[in-house]
């Protein structure tokens, strides 16, 4: 085995060139009509009103975060187990992400710590699909519902995913994507925030473009060139050249879903007899587009998660880690005193204590054994028998 298989890889084929090379080809390499064209198909994809495309998953949840209204001041809930920019983006607002742990089933916040942490200052709660698996949208409107808490969704894992019939992208007020080369789909770099609201869309869109209002009254009355701007914005815009690529790759997504849940699927069955090992599962009423396929070493086996790590790089599968919960770095410790739960290898008292002050031992207990195997559209078949057989090789 000389190649190297990555734990996620874009799936480009010759009608995504083509798409690009039209673009690149016409009079609009940004700013044009791909753009809206990639927006409207998205939002309908998700059966939403609105979607507005923006230059990165991160900048999306930086505009969601903005159109909230969240500032200084501002106190909004995030789960701990997530990429570090479900956070930032709080930070970036001048407001302060309250970090809760995970439920230990599905990866996803858990709502009743949540609630223990909502005072006066929250302002909202976002949540994360956690590898393609839903959160608990239910329990997360009921909170938000009795709290007048506004719901984001950071959907960069989910999309296709859905929550009792309903697509993700149309259950949070605002929901954001990522386009990122190891998503579900993508254009590259690119993000998008779909919601139901006008209001807050047509702020993204002032706010991905410096804050620009351009107005039919305005441009009669001082001249076609006039605009205004009120508040602080941004450059965050979607280039055409990749809203094309975009548009292409949404076309795919009813096949790409269908081969990340038959991996899924494949590998589920290939580890189910192996004891010790937790596997990602579809509970009852959630269907995943599975973004990822993180297992928990949990049994005693001859290595250790490291080693095993090593082990199946060594063999060329380039396995990764998702997540190193966010109150562990050193920048959310430094300023907010977050500190981590779990301090010996008596895990199960410490556990309890963890809970008991609200700690995050589910997210860290996760981290400890947490290994994502490779799962992205084409990966072969072969390659994914290579790959079961290497991890149990390596563990048994
Ligand atoms: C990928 C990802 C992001 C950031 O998206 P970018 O497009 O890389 O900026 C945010 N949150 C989660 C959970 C992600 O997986």
């Known amino acids: 085995m000389s190649k190297i298989i990555s734990y996620g890889h874009q799936s480009i084929d010759s009608k995504d060139i083509d798409a690009v090379e039209k673009v690149l080809r016409s009079d609009w390499i940004t700013q044009g009509p791909a753009v809206e064209k990639f927006e409207k198909s998205l939002a309908s994809f998700v059966n939403t009103k609105y979607c507005a495309s923006v230059s990165s998953g991160t900048a999306a949840l930086h505009l969601a975060c903005l159109a909230a209204g969240i500032g200084p001041g501002d106190e909004v809930i995030v789960p701990t187990l997530s990429f570090v920019a479900t956070a930032n983006c709080v930070l970036y607002c001048g407001a302060k992400p309250v970090l809760v742990d995970v439920y230990e089933n599905t990866l996803t916040i858990n709502v009743e710590e949540a609630e ?20 608990d949208w239910n329990k997360l409107k009921k909170l938000a519902k009795i709290y007048n808490l506004i719901l984001i969704d950071d959907a960069s894992h989910a999309l296709g995913s859905s929550y009792r019939s309903k697509p993700i992208g149309s259950i949070a007020d605002l929901t954001t994507f990522s386009f990122h080369p190891v998503k579900t789909i993508t254009t590259g770099e690119g993000g998008a925030i779909t919601t139901n609201n006008k209001k807050l869309h ?133 300023k907010f005193g977050y500190k981590q739960s779990l301090r010996s290898s008596s895990f199960d008292e410490l556990r309890t204590a963890g809970l008991k002050t609200g700690g995050f031992p589910v997210a860290e207990t996760y981290y400890k054994n947490a290994l994502t195997l490779p799962l992205f559209v084409g990966l072969k078949g072969k390659d994914q028998d290579y790959i079961i057989r290497k991890v149990k090789e390596a563990l048994i």
């Open 116 to 135: 223990k942490k909502i005072n006066k200052k929250t302002k909202a709660i976002i949540a994360v699909d956690f590898a393609g698996h839903p959160a």
């Open 202 to 334: 047509e702020r993204i869109s002032r706010l991905r473009h410096h804050g620009i209002i351009k107005s039919e009254k305005s441009s009669q009355q001082y001249g076609e060139w006039y605009y205004q701007i009120d508040e602080l914005g941004y450059n965050f815009r979607l280039t055409d050249i990749q809203a094309a690529l975009g548009l292409s790759q949404l076309k795919k997504i009813g096949g790409f879903i269908k081969q990340r849940r038959a991996l899924w699927q494949k590998y589920s069955s290939a580890f189910k007899n192996t004891t010790g090992l937790e596997l990602p599962i579809e509970q009852k009423g959630y269907y995943c587009a599975w973004h990822i396929y993180p297992i928990r070493i949990e049994g005693n086996y001859k290595r250790s998660r490291k080693q095993v790590f090593d082990f199946l790089k060594k063999a060329g599968i380039n396995v990764q880690v998702h997540y190193i919960p966010i109150h562990l770095f050193n920048l959310y410790k430094n």
